[in-house]
């Protein structure tokens, strides 16, 4: 049995439900009343564009605004829409992800043109029910060259009563052609009284860890879940506990820790102590400036701009996330050593 047999996305949290399982849309409230409205004023465009950054519940509106769609359009009654959609199995909802592999093991890394073509294919047979169709896609960010101008061409040609509502965590990296033929609705991180009430529906963590975990997320409730499953990490707690003093801490100590936290098993471990370190600089330099030691400020200043670019580039160009935490917390470490110094002399 496949590992991956129960998922229906290729980055889905293990006991966590897919958006279209989602009973509830919490934030955002704002964009799907606008959207809503246009609906019943049949307005709402061919093409959608939700974009925001990931894990804030853009799939989770797309899903529900499907639902709003069918039932005013089609002959069923809420209740049975939402089951249908959610499991997976209405005739007139078209979902684009990545596929699993036919081996079972692994996702594709990106939407393919075959599935694409596969979609349209579909799109234009004789509709299963009555009402309009919708098709999201989730995400545009996941198509390669060719399948995306696979999908323009569908953008541009709509069959009729069709409705496309395209993802995107990365909306300047999409095609402008692609970008063009969507109505463009950004979408912002949630509240911390929004985070608390998605938290609520979705995990029964201690309250404690449930805080900490929001504390992390940035307004990102797929982060928070993220953080709960590695909030008991030994490694990162000693990160935590090295960047209480780095200066004082044992000179291999930048070099374990990263060797601790990375590696291709270890992505949940990597992008936290990303988070920590600049967390931790971040304050750093808030401290700095509201103590008004403008040499211990430059340097954190100087810090935090070294570590954005060390970062940025190893995503860009796949770099080893073990040398780029070393080389950071290294910087760190000479950073304590100066204020530290000036705080004694």
Known sequence: MSDFEDQREADQIV??????????LVGHQMVMDRLLRQMENDRLPGGVLLHGPRGIGKATLAFKLAERILVQTGDEDANRVAEQIAAGVHPNVFVLRRKLRDDGKAFYTVIRVEEVRHLIDRMHQTRGRAGHRVCIV?????????????????LE?????????????????????IHS???????????????????????????????????????????ALEALAV?????????????????????????????ALTGTQKPLETGFAREIVLNWI???????????????????NALWEKSGALFSDADIYNLDPR?????????????ARLVSERLSA
Not at 138 to 154: F, G, H, R, V
Not at 157 to 177: C, K, V, Y
Not at 237 to 255: S, V
């Open 181 to 223: 033929r969507c109505q463009d609705h950004p979408l912002r991180s949630l509240d911390d009284a929004e985070m608390t009430d998605a938290m609520a529906g979705l995990t029964d963590a201690e309250p404690e860890s449930v805080s900490r975990a929001i504390e992390l997320a940035g307004g990102r409730p797929r982060r």
């Open 138 to 154: 989730d995400s545009i960010d996941d198509c390669n060259a060719s399948s995306a101008n696979a999908l323009l061409k569908t």
């Open 231 to 259: 909030a008991n990490n030994k490694d990162l707690q000693k990160l935590e506990t090295w960047l209480t003093a780095p200066d004082e801490m044992d000179d291999l100590a930048p070099l374990k820790l990263a060797e």
């Open 157 to 177: 040609e709509p069959p009729a009563d069709t409705h496309f509502i395209l993802i995107s965590h990365r909306p300047g990296q999409l095609l402008p052609t």
């Open 282 to 300: 971040a304050r750093e330099a808030i401290a700095a400036g509201s103590g008004g030691d403008r040499r211990r400020l430059a340097s954190a």
């Open 15 to 24: 006991g966590i439900a897919a958006p279209e399982q989602n009973p509830r």
């Open 323 to 335: 040398q780029t935490l070393i080389t950071i917390l290294d910087a760190i470490r000479r950073h």
